[in-house]
């Protein structure tokens, strides 16, 4: 195995941040050809991943990221499952098994077999030692610890297979948002980006909002009015079709602009093009309900003082490199296995 130490890994990462602001040629027809492979990976969409992960690659957040991560001699091999839902969603687990030192095996989602390929692929021209410490397989083997993301169904799998090994084993997680009537337009059009980036696919996307009783849906209408766009895509045209028609059927009260259906609902995942919402009397009750759910929580976007972990509007979908899935810190998963 080619000598790695963790300065070497640093320049790497810092170099792939500066790679990823500039794409090279290949990057590019990747991120032009990605939709050709999967109808949801429009070209803008994977240029907001690749933008996401440039911004999250910047100098200062990978030297501080790397103050947590203690460089490991002796290897491990971590058995990888990755999900597909976004552009580049896995790409995170990824960095973070090379960084501490050890041996990627990666079972790529057939969503996405490409793009994450490709961006790997630039890592190691950015520093060689990295092509022995990443192997992409069909089946996980000989592994050491397991990192799994998928369902909440396929979570029961892994925790049969995976169960006697080191483990991190996500499930489904959505995001909410709560209002307090007195947002700017700005912060509305900030939250459809939080709604519709990625056309509402990952955990981090805002599948349901809290609003004050009383509160103008007008409001919230004109604010995501510039997302309307979104209702082009045909797959996810469908969708709005789809639910719209069950919910005239069913003659289920709910709010419809167009191109973003509103139901009442006390559930947090809502179908594609649907946003459920909530009313509530005092921001205490929401919090309180909020952390009662907390395990089923990616994110809560809000302006408001509750006493979680919020981001400001517009900003689920940009974490920071410690920002880690389901809130279990996969560095300190990693450090404990050297």
């Not at 990747?30 to 050709?36: F, G, P, T």
């Not at 103008?216 to 028609?245: L, M, V």
Request: glycine share 6%; aromatic share 12%; proline share 3%.
């Amino acid at each position: 195995m080619s000598v790695l130490n963790i300065d070497k890994v640093i320049i790497a990462y810092k170099r792939l941040g500066k790679a990823l602001s500039n794409p090279t040629d290949i990057l590019e027809n990747s991120i032009i050809s990605a939709q050709n492979s999967n109808a949801w990976f429009t070209e803008e969409n994977v240029r907001k991943s690749v933008s996401s992960f440039a911004e999250m690659l910047n100098d200062n957040d990978i030297d501080e990221w790397f103050k947590s991560i203690k460089f490991s001699n002796s290897p491990k091999k971590i058995g990888l499952i990755l999900a597909g839902n976004i552009p580049m969603v896995g790409l995170h687990d990824v960095l973070t098994v090379l960084a501490t030192g050890n041996i990627a095996l990666i079972k790529l989602s057939s969503s996405d077999d490409k793009l994450i390929k490709t961006i790997i692929s630039e890592l190691i021209n950015t520093e060689t030692g990295f092509e022995d410490r990443i192997e992409y397989v069909e089946r996980l083997k000989d592994f050491d610890a397991v990192i799994a993301t998928g369902s909440n169904n396929s979570s029961r799998y892994f925790d049969y297979y995976f169960g006697k090994v080191p483990n991190i084993i996500r499930k489904n997680r959505n995001s909410v948002a709560v209002l307090n009537g007195d947002e700017s337009f700005d912060d509305i059009q900030n939250l459809g980006a939080d709604i519709f980036d990625y056309f509402g696919l990952g955990c981090r996307n805002v599948s349901k909002i809290y609003y004050p009783k009383g509160y103008d849906i007008a409001k919230f209408y004109e604010g995501i009015e510039s997302f309307q766009p979104t209702i082009n895509h045909f797959k996810y045209n469908n969708n709005y079709d789809y639910n719209k028609s069950i919910y005239l059927v069913n003659t289920a009260k709910h709010f419809d602009n167009g191109f973003l259906l509103l139901k009442e609902d006390e559930s947090l995942a809502s179908p594609l093009a649907v946003l459920f919402y909530e009313e509530y009397n005092e921001l205490k009750e929401v919090e309180e309900k909020l952390k009662d759910k907390s395990a089923q929580i990616q994110c809560v976007i809000t302006n408001s003082p509750l006493n979680l972990k919020t981001y400001g509007f517009g900003q689920s979908q940009h974490p920071k490199l410690w920002d880690y899935a389901d809130d279990v810190n996969t560095v300190e998963f990693l450090n404990e296995l050297i």
